[in-house]
Each structure stands twice: as C-alpha cells, then as structure tokens.
C-alpha cells in the first residue's frame, strides 16, 4: 500500500478494515491500520504496520524484519498536521505563512 495517504474522513476509514475504538466521552472513532511490505528476500522479510487515528493525527508505525537472526523492530510515533495548522501557527506568532514558507527556501 505504498504512497498511502491517511488525511480521510470516517466513511473512507471504514474501507481500511479499520476496528472501532471508544473514548472516554464514549464516543467511537475509526482507526486505519494496515501493512506495507516493504522487501521480501529468500531469507527475511520487512515490512511496516501502521495505525493511523484521523482524530488524534497520530501516525503509530513499526517497521518489522524477520529473519534467521531473530525478529527486530523499529517504532516510530508521529503526529501529522495538514497545511493549515501550519498557517495558524505563523498567525499566531504574527507571521504571514508564505513569508515563512519563503524564509526556509533560502
């Protein structure tokens, strides 16, 4: 599922294969989770499991290897924002964002 895009809505969600999740307000969200392998040799194999939660923007991945040596993970955590938070933090700090934007291009 390479180049797989986690900015949908709870309908699209549902096609993931998702599995439901309560809160504490009792309120139930999807979660996206899926399996990109990544290479397959004779001998071992890597792949990532992801999850992803649309409400939290929390990207949860693993990258797995399993091979005669064992098997070896690599957790990574990340929180994903979309353009638009960016924008709002340059406002608020009295920036305009494509001043910002063009700042880092130099």
Do not use: C
């Not at 290897?65 to 990574?76: H, K, L, Q, T, V």
Request: aromatic share 10%; net charge negative; hydrophobic share 35%.
């Amino acid at each position: 599922m390479k180049g797989f895009n986690p900015s949908f809505g709870q309908e699209a969600a549902k096609n993931y294969g998702n599995s439901p999740r309560g809160d504490e307000d009792g309120a139930v969200r999807f979660l996206a989770q899926f399996i990109d392998v990544e290479w397959m040799e004779l001998d071992r194999v890597g792949f990532d499991v992801n999850r992803y939660d649309p409400v939290t923007q929390v990207l949860d991945e693993n990258h797995v290897e399993i091979s005669a040596d064992g098997i070896r993970f690599g957790p990574i955590r990340q929180r994903l924002t979309y353009p638009s938070e960016f924008d709002l933090m340059a406002r608020d700090r009295g920036t305009a964002a494509a001043r910002a934007v063009g700042r880092l291009e130099r």
